[in-house]
């Protein structure tokens, strides 16, 4: 892999407060152990290069074949971790290696924790962005959420169930690999979700944006971008790598970054 396209999105955190200076953080997802240059040393650069105080990823940065590819996925987060705070949630490889992978697989999650990445399943870090109370969560889906052909519900109350409720008085962001419960997400308490996963539809056309997602569902609604439901907003990449719909037309690669002020 050689190119891949900054995106960047300023996003105004809710409640009306604001940061009193802006916030910058950059959103990893669906790398699928691509490199870009040996040892991924041109998006490592590019990374650098955008200053970020922490860094998000949201799922999918590994190929969950029967063995694993994980190396360069690996080598890319350790390099990472010890730069930056970094908030991982899985995405449906991850997932995948966990459930059918033979053991070797389970050193990523090991290599990732000894690293010093915090891995989210269904948990979550309250720390501080700026002078604002923030809470980062990461959700687990359950695997039918992944089901092929046909969207599977998930409403907010199951959200609830996996991740306890939100809280009431902090910024709530949220991790969540697949985009395609945002009205759940919302519901829920989620003021600022970050996803990946749909991989911005594979083939984009003009006014119909992206085509298919990796499950063969037509037209996502969420396929890359801002979206927001009243004042709850969701970040969507669209991803770093490919993979099942290897295609991309008019639609390249992408890090994200974000302004948050
Ligand atoms: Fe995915």
Redo the contacts with the bound molecule.
């Keep these: 892999m050689s190119k891949f396209r900054i995106a960047r999105y300023q996003i105004q955190m809710s409640n009306g407060v604001g940061l009193q200076q802006p916030f910058s953080a950059v959103l990893l997802s669906?790398l699928h152990n691509a490199s870009y240059g040996d040892g991924n040393r041109v998006l490592l650069q590019a990374i650098r290069d955008e200053a970020p105080e922490l860094i998000f990823v949201t799922?999918?940065m590994l190929i969950s074949t029967q063995e694993p590819q994980m190396d360069v996925a690996l080598a890319l987060m350790e390099e990472l971790a010890a730069q930056y705070p970094v908030y991982y949630v899985e995405?449906?490889?991850e997932c995948k290696v966990r459930r059918y992978a033979k053991t070797d697989g389970l050193r990523y999650f090991d290599t990732l924790q000894d690293a010093g990445v915090h891995l989210l399943k269904n948990s979550c870090v309250r720390t501080e962005l700026r002078n604002m109370p923030v809470t980062i969560w990461g959700l687990e889906l359950p695997w039918r959420c992944?089901e092929r052909f046909q969207k599977q519900e998930l409403t907010a109350a199951q959200v609830g169930e996996l991740l306890g409720e939100s809280d009431r008085d902090r910024c709530n962001i949220l991790l969540a690999?697949?985009p395609i419960y945002f009205e759940a997400y919302a519901e829920w308490g989620a003021d600022l979700t970050l996803a990946?996963?749909?991989?911005g539809g594979a083939v984009r056309l003009p006014f119909l944006g992206g085509v298919i997602t990796?499950q063969f569902q037509l037209f996502p609604k969420y396929d890359r971008g801002v979206f927001r439901l009243q004042d709850r907003q969701m970040v969507v990449s669209a991803g770093l790598g490919s993979?099942?719909t290897l295609l991309r037309i008019n639609n390249p690669t992408e890090l994200v970054v974000l302004d948050l002020i």
């Design positions: 669906d799922g999918d995405g449906n490889h992944y690999h697949n990946g996963h749909l991989h990796p993979h099942s």
